[in-house]
């Protein structure tokens, strides 16, 4: 089956210019995580929806960022006015959470420079 | 304090050799989960093994096992009979019970590199 996908594999960028981040996850999987992995770094939490509310936004580094996620489905991350501190491969993931299910599944995630 | 430390930024292991790569994690919650996952050169995060905080027994998958000594609050992973791809980042993560509203976000080391030499 297929897994989960993101769009695009690379962005290049002007500082101060907006950028759309598209995650699709795999079907059927109700929870959303955005991901941020800054050069050499581990990953940092950004976001989760659990269908299409986000009761955790404690990880969005400031309110440049956004996201929504529609139909339960596809998730956009939004950077307003970009820096190039938000350099970064942007990942995201998917589950159903559940006793069996604790596994997130990550996508191939988004490079983006902002230069 | 970090939740998840990985105190070996790059590790060396001979080809079939086993190596153990350490991490250590901070929580107050009594249940919680510890993944590794490795991470090839290509980018992708692919999950290797999940130990539950009230599992009894390690886990292991293959040629994966979690050395898990909960008193000590640390999870490390051995790899046996090392192959060349297992060249790569391998990152120790935990999730939490009680993270924000739910969530069950994971929380990673900053990982550590294993260059495997033939």
């Known amino acids: 089956g297929a897994g989960v996908s993101q769009s695009p594999s690379n962005k290049v960028t002007e500082k101060g210019k907006d950028v759309e981040l598209r995650c699709d996850p795999i079907s059927g999987h109700t929870a959303l995580y955005w991901y941020r992995q800054s050069l050499g770094q581990g990953l940092e939490f950004l976001i989760y929806?659990?269908?299409?509310?986000?009761?955790?936004k404690s990880g969005l580094p400031s309110d440049r960022f956004s996201a929504e996620r529609t139909g339960g489905s596809v998730s956009t991350l939004t950077i307003q006015r970009t820096q190039q501190e938000d350099s970064a491969v942007y990942l995201c993931a998917s589950n159903s959470p559940g006793r069996s299910s604790y596994e997130q599944y990550f996508g191939p995630g988004t490079r983006l420079t902002v230069t | 304090a970090q939740k998840i430390t990985q105190t070996q930024p790059g590790m060396f292991v001979q080809e079939k050799e086993a190596v153990t790569l350490d991490c250590t994690y901070d929580?107050?919650?009594?249940?919680?989960?510890l993944f590794w996952y490795k991470q090839p050169s290509s980018g992708e995060m692919i999950f290797l093994i999940y130990q539950g905080s009230y599992d009894q027994q390690n886990a292991t998958e293959g040629r994966y096992s979690l050395n898990f000594q909960k008193a000590r609050k640390s999870a490390n992973l051995v790899i046996s009979a090392s192959q060349l791809g297992d060249s790569a980042m391998y990152f120790c993560?935990?999730?939490?019970?009680?993270?924000?509203?739910?969530?069950?976000?994971?929380?990673f080391g900053k990982g550590t590199k294993l260059s495997v030499i033939p």
């Open positions: 993560a935990m999730r939490e019970a009680y993270s924000g509203a739910g969530s069950y976000q994971l929380t």
């Open positions: 929580t107050s919650d009594p249940s919680y989960g």
């Open positions: 929806f659990q269908g299409n509310s986000a009761p955790d």
